[in-house]
């Protein structure tokens, strides 16, 4: 159970600390309070409307934060699952005389709100060699390693099936038949075709292969990073935007755990920090992309989806990118973060 005090926030704390907030409680949404006093809200769609503003982490959440939220008198309870349902939202606070939040009703029950759907194709690079995670990957590829109870690969194909995803394409290469035989003997609800590499194309190489056979956008994900989003908000912003392609990227807070020392052209000390932060945007691997960029490809040239990416962006075509808090991506590229990954999916 969450504390109540915990979807608090006050108008001067920073983006970054909303973020950190946002993934501690696992919740959308934060109120903005002067103690207990409702003033407005902050979802993670206000975080990330104010971002892609080019504002700053450091920025106050009075500046994103909206002002003219719903609110309901705690009086009235047993209304708040029609004024969910009428209002499109997804929490109510209930408030006193006095404008204090006493309560949050959510849309737990999952009949109120149904997330937005996204029923388009998904195609999974699942062919890699997976050197990083060597000696694992000697053993089984990397869209097999387990995670809990399933393989990595399976928790990704059940997360966009949760959108509405229901036609799934691999494109497999290293150890293509144990991926295959693994998947024979589920019975699987949803149509799963397998793209054979005959050499390796690398990250965006081998959606050349794919030709003819898709129309629209699609998913295109590596197989190795679980995200705990939502699939049908990135499907409806790629479409508002009209972009060919969007990235989709996690804001990474960094404290260097060293003093930093810089240099001027003289080499003397022109500036020394102690322990400085950095925060940045990092491509999590997952994609939304329009299908002319597969019936434009090299037919056989080995290259990187961010190679193509910025092939893209120097031609002035739509690039756009959908920000996500650094809690939202689970990577298990590394063995560390294999680990960091397993203890999360484990918690209950």
């Known amino acids: 159970m969450i504390d109540l005090k915990e979807l608090f926030i006050g108008e001067d704390s920073t983006i970054l600390e909303a973020l950190e907030q946002l993934d501690k409680t696992g919740q959308r949404i934060l109120f903005v309070t002067r103690e207990s006093r409702l003033l407005g809200a902050l979802t993670d769609g206000d975080v990330r409307k104010y971002i892609l503003r080019g504002s700053p982490l450091d920025g106050k959440v009075s500046q994103a934060a909206n002002y003219q939220c719903k609110s309901l008198p705690h009086t009235q309870r047993s209304q708040a699952r029609k004024k969910l349902l009428e209002y499109g939202i997804t929490a109510l606070p209930l408030v006193d005389g006095e404008g204090n939040i006493v309560d949050v009703i959510f849309d737990g029950a999952g009949d109120v709100k149904t997330p937005k759907r996204a029923p388009i194709p998904v195609v999974i690079m699942a062919g890699g060699l997976g050197t990083r995670l060597y000696p694992y990957t000697k053993i089984l590829p990397k869209p097999l390693i387990p995670v809990g109870e399933k393989p990595i690969l399976e928790h990704i194909i059940d997360r966009f099936r949760e959108f509405g995803c229901e036609d799934f394409r ?59 989003i939502d699939y049908g908000d990135v499907y409806q912003y790629h479409l508002r935007e009209k972009n060919l392609i969007t990235m989709i990227c996690a804001f990474k807070h960094y404290v260097v755990p060293y003093g930093v020392v810089e240099l001027d052209e003289k080499g003397a000390i022109s500036e020394m920090k102690e322990k400085p932060s950095l925060n940045f945007l990092t491509n999590t691997g ?23 990416i910025e092939k893209y962006r120097r031609q002035g075509e739509k690039v756009g990118v959908y920000p996500i808090s650094e809690g939202s991506w689970m990577d298990m590229g590394q063995l560390e973060e294999l680990e960091n990954m397993r203890r999360r999916m484990e918690e209950p």
């Open 286 to 308: 997952v994609y939304l992309v329009d299908s002319r960029v597969v019936e434009e490809l090299e037919n056989g040239k080995f290259q990187g989806f961010p190679d193509i």
């Open 170 to 228: 691999l494109v497999v290469n290293y150890k293509k038949n144990m991926i295959k035989s693994y998947f024979s003997d589920l019975d699987t609800p949803y149509h799963l075709e397998y793209i054979e590499e005959t050499e390796f194309l690398g990250t965006g190489g081998g959606l050349c292969l794919l030709k003819g056979a898709l129309e629209g956008p699609f998913f295109f994900s590596n197989c190795d990073t679980l995200l705990d």
